[in-house]
Nanobody, 118 residues
């Protein structure tokens, strides 16, 4: 069983920065691709970033250049550094894990709230 535990969410002003962490545990997780998704109130969950075991990354245009995903394989932890935050970045952010880099994984964390507001 894979478990994902996010942390680091909170309230930040527009233009500010925040760093999310997700600790992964369980069988096989050390070889999985890891990613972040977000869901704003009343909207569908959308892709934010993904990183392969060897560090290849993918971002949608909405966050490219502002967000950076990274991972520490020794700690089975994935991070999301978010800079130049905008009010439209407000959402619950979910960690995701799975064996395939180009597909959404089967495992999800419980989510952490990020609110960008003045």
């Amino acid at each position: 069983q894979v478990q994902l535990v996010e942390s680091g969410g909170g309230l930040v002003q527009p233009g500010g920065s925040l760093k999310l962490s997700c600790a992964a545990s369980g069988s096989g997780v050390s070889t999985y691709a890891l990613g972040w998704y977000r869901q704003a109130p009343g909207k569908q969950r959308t892709f934010v970033a993904r990183i392969s075991l060897i560090g290849n990354t993918i971002y949608p245009e909405s966050v490219k250049g502002r967000f950076t995903i990274s991972r520490d394989n020794a700690k089975n932890t994935v991070y999301l550094q978010m800079n130049s935050l905008k009010p439209e970045d407000t959402a619950v952010y979910y960690c995701n894990a799975g064996p395939k880099y180009y597909s959404v994984g089967d495992y999800w964390g419980q989510g952490t709230q990020v609110t960008v507001s003045s």
